[in-house]
């Protein structure tokens, strides 16, 4: 299996994980505070540092995150 298939099977495991069985709609608020948890959580794991976290928050994740928004509207937009 490749890295990317490997990649997208953990961040689905994780989806099911932080979603728990809830309704994404009509828990929102719910959810986005245990996906807030979890990335505090994994920075500080990765980093050991709530500063350096912090930093790689603002630095990589944000950025990376937003690219994958931008990708994933793209490819939306371009199939219909």
Known sequence: MTFPSKDS??????????????????????????????????????QGD????????NEGVLEGVETRLALYGARKAGAR
Do not use: C
């Not at 994780?14 to 979603?19: E, G, K, Q, R, V």
């Not at 929102?28 to 990335?39: C, D, F, P, Q």
């Open 50 to 57: 709530p500063k350096r976290a912090a930093l790689m928050l």
């Open 9 to 46: 099977r953990r961040a689905n495991a994780a989806i099911h994980a932080i979603l728990d069985g809830r309704d994404p709609q009509d828990s929102m608020a719910e959810i986005m505070v245990t996906l807030e948890h979890t990335i505090a959580a994994i920075l500080i794991v990765t």
